[in-house]
Each structure stands twice: as C-alpha cells, then as structure tokens.
C-alpha cells in the first residue's frame, strides 16, 4: 500500500490547502521582494513572475474537486480567496458556489458580476439554481427565468414559492419513470438508450399516463427478475413517499428510519413531482446541526471566518447584551446578602460551586430535551412522564452530589451547619436547574420558535441567580 494510500481524506485535505497557502505566500513574498529590487525592465519581469505564480497556483486548483475548492476558499482571508477564485474554471463556478457556506457564498457573490453569475447559475440543474436563489441579485434571477424553459421555470417557481424547511426545498427533479404495464426488458433497454441515469438512483418511480405514483422498481428487483415479467408484477407498492410541503427534519428522519438513498416526492393529488436524494439529506442534516451549535452560543447566523469586524461583532450581539443583563440581575442577587457574606466570608468561595453545578446539571438536561425535540421524540403523551422523570433524576442527583458537597465543605471548614446548608443548597438547586433545562427548550418550541436558540444562556442565568438566592438565603436563615 502506497504512503499516500495511508493519509485520510481529511490529512489530504488540509495537505491540498496548505499547498495552496505556500503558493500565496511565496507569490506575495516573492513580488514584495521584487518590488524594492531595482532592475532594468521591472515592470516586464513583475508581470511575467506574476503569471508563473497565477499558473501554478491555477494548475493546482485544476486538479482539485469542487467540494475541497470550497473549502479551500472557506479558510482563506478574504483578499486571498477572491485570488483563488478568480483562477477557479468558471465552468466550476457554479458548483462551488453550491458547495461553499451561506456566509462565504456571498463574499463570492459580489465578486462577480451579473454576466459572469448568469454563465455559472445556466449549468446548474433547477434544484440547484433554487437554493442560490436567495443569495443572486434581482436581476440576474430574472435573466436566469428568461433561459429556462417553460418545465424548468414552473419548477424553480414551484420550489421558490415554499417553505426553506420543507421537502419540495431539498428534492431535486432527476428521476426515471416508467409504467407498470410494460416488461423488465423494455425497462432494460430503455436505460440502455438513456446512456446514464442521475446521480444516487437506486430505483425507478412507476406512474400511470397522469403521472399518479404507483410504486417503485428497485434496480436490484429489475436485474434478479425474469426480463418477460412485467413491472407491475414485480415492483414494490408499499412506496415512502413525501408531500411537497412535508417538514424536512421528519424526512431526514425517515430516511435515517428505513435506510432510503432516495424517495419520490408527490403534490396532494399523489402526482410524482420529484424525489429527495440521501446526499441532500445528509447536507440538511449537517446544516441544522450547524445552526443549533451556533444558536446555543447565542449567535444568530452562520459567520464568515473572516469577514469584517463590524459584522461579526454584531452578529454576536444579541445574547452578549441579554447575559450582561441576567449577569446584573444576578449580582444584584448576591447584593442582598451583603451582610450574610460579610459575616461568614466562606461563603464568597463556597456560592460559585453552587451555581456551577446547577449549570452543568441544566444543560444536561437541556441538551437531551433539544435532542428529543428535534427528533419528534416528545409528544404530549410522554411529556407529563419526561417531566417527572428528569425531576426525579435531579431530586436524586441532588442528594447525592449534595452529600458529596456538604462533606467537602466540612472537611475544608469543620462547620457542620455550613455544610449542611451547602447540602441543602445543591439539592435545591439541582431541581431548579432540571425543572428549567426541560421547561425553556419546551416552552419555546410551544411558541414555534427554536428550542436550541439561547437556551444555555437563558438556563445559566436562571441556575446562577437562583443558587446563589437558594444558599445565601439559607445561610441568612440557618447561620446567623
């Protein structure tokens, strides 16, 4: 096996962007050098070492895939990646323009002019062409629905007119059909005649002369089977299939369910309008996910790596100025007690383990319920039995953690009331923070909105501010 056999595709990676940063940094070195070099003629030898530069760095993106291009130019600043992209084959543009993040595609976007975006966006399939609708101008959009024909323009309209969460935004409009009453062999030789067939098709979508689905013909049933039987003897009509206005996550979750690689995809009166693709699940998949790691850090949108001060710094705006808010809120609590903490100054080191532990123990829970809830796992059959559940985990939690904590205490103070309030304190805590990490993400996924958004700073105020309340006022009430 060949060294390079061994590398994962991860190192090959990062191996193809570290090449591409050398060659950027030996071009601008190099020219910088030149550049306060006097010589004869130094305007032609900038130039032609200019180009030499230009054409190695082109002959090496010439050698890359689409997908690791757009990665490429996702970790470069932004001088340095409108310096790739101007070398990218225009033919590839459109592509990458797919492949890349939101955030980096419109850094790309206004690099462009309407001319050059119209000749990247022809080449794309509808499907394709309707998730960079948003991102292109008005105008090269209606250029755009000017080329297409009459079947194509009624699609990107139809795709257009939906919502960014449903299926008939992830379907793409690649598929074979056939009719039930015609024989494997003409099946067979009609995909002869064909050439190819789309991308991830592993099976054939059966309709009737209204394009009614019937079923479906695996392309494994169509090979083990006698060639002189007829399709609606042997195709399959227990079909999965999905509405045009079915909510993507539940698709994704079906196709995780029952192990599909693609589904076809069908209006209200059950006629066949397209099918969803296992590589487009898995890109909507991965895309949410990144959505919902953000959004618990309290960021609104998905942020370029390198755009511009200004807006990453308003993009994280938002949740910065509600935690400085529930911060106050919570030394304002911690100010009540002045007088407690004043007397008995172990309480300054002891109220931080407090509130700590009834953070961790809320996002825990919290986590789970984000999960579950994105999942379709929690109905209101099982949300009373959940709720009583995680209560019970943190009643038992707390007494076992507050044991723990209350034996710590006396072993560092020898004060058996401290550590009796520490214990108390902790228990107490702890089913605030169970009773919080269920009710925030459930209480805003009842009001339609993302249970995952701001949640972990919403739960760390409420456990910060109601265990340092819970163990100085104990203490107030106990110690003195």
């Known amino acids: 096996m060949s060294e390079t056999e061994n590398i994962s595709s991860d190192d090959v990676l990062k191996l193809h962007l570290d090449e591409v940063i050398e060659l950027l940094r030996k071009q601008e070195l190099e020219e910088t050098v030149l550049q ?12 032609l070492m200019h180009k030499q530069h230009q054409a190695a760095l082109k002959q090496k993106l010439d050698q890359l895939h689409t997908a690791d291009i757009a990665y490429i130019l996702e970790a470069l600043p932004l001088e340095q990646r409108l310096t790739v992209w101007n070398l990218v084959k225009s033919e590839l543009d459109g592509q990458i323009l797919l492949d890349v993040s939101d955030a980096v595609r419109e850094t790309l976007i206004s690099d462009m002019d309407a001319e050059e975006l119209l000749t990247a966006t022809e080449m794309l399939e509808t499907d394709e062409i309707a998730d960079l609708a948003p991102d292109l101008p008005e105008e090269v959009m209606l250029e755009l629905l000017k080329h297409l024909n009459e079947e194509n323009r009624a699609r990107l309209e139809s795709v257009l007119a939906r919502e960014e969460d449903t299926v008939a935004a992830l379907m793409d409009f690649g598929m074979v059909t056939i009719r039930e009453d015609v024989t494997l062999r003409v099946v067979l030789r ?23 689905l019937q079923g479906v013909l695996s392309l494994k049933r169509l ?10 003897d042997v195709m399959s009509r227990d079909v999965v299939y999905f509405h045009l206005d079915d909510d993507a996550a539940e698709a994704a979750r ?23 693709r296992v590589d487009s699940i898995v890109d909507y998949i991965r895309e949410r996910s990144d959505e919902e790691r953000l959004a618990q850090a309290g960021l609104k949108e998905e942020e370029d790596l390198f755009s511009g001060i200004w807006k990453s710094a308003q993009n994280r705006w938002m949740w910065l100025a509600i935690n400085l808010v529930t911060a106050f809120a919570s030394t304002r609590v911690i100010g009540l007690f002045e007088d407690t903490i004043v007397k008995i100054v172990a309480l300054a080191s002891l109220m931080p383990i407090v509130a700590a532990i009834g953070g961790n123990t809320g996002n825990q829970t919290s986590i ?8 379709g796992l929690i109905t209101k059959a099982n949300v009373r039995r959940l709720i009583t559940k995680e209560i019970a985990i943190g009643l038992m939690n707390g007494v076992v953690w507050g044991s723990v904590i209350g034996g710590v205490a006396y072993l560092l103070y020898r004060d058996i009331p401290l550590s009796l309030v520490m214990a108390g304190a902790t228990l107490l805590n702890l089913m605030v923070a169970a009773i919080m990490g269920i009710s925030i993400p459930l209480i805003r996924h009842a009001l339609d909105k993302d249970p995952a958004v ?15 309340f819970i163990f100085l006022g104990l203490a107030t009430v106990f110690l003195l």
């Open 36 to 47: 306060h070099q006097p010589m004869p003629h130094h305007e032609l030898v900038e130039t």
């Open 190 to 212: 009609y995909l002869r005649r064909r050439g190819d067939l789309p991308d991830h098709t592993d099976k054939l979508f059966v309709v009737d002369e209204n394009d009614i």
């Open 223 to 232: 090979l083990v089977n006698s060639l002189d039987a007829t399709v609606g």
């Open 254 to 276: 079906a196709f995780e369910r029952y192990d599909l690689l693609s589904a076809p995809v069908v209006d209200e009166r059950r006629c066949l309008q397209g099918r969803l």
């Open 368 to 375: 789970l319920i984000v999960r579950s809830l994105a999942l």
């Open 454 to 468: 701001g949640t972990s700073v919403l739960l760390t105020a409420v456990t910060d501010g109601a265990g340092f």
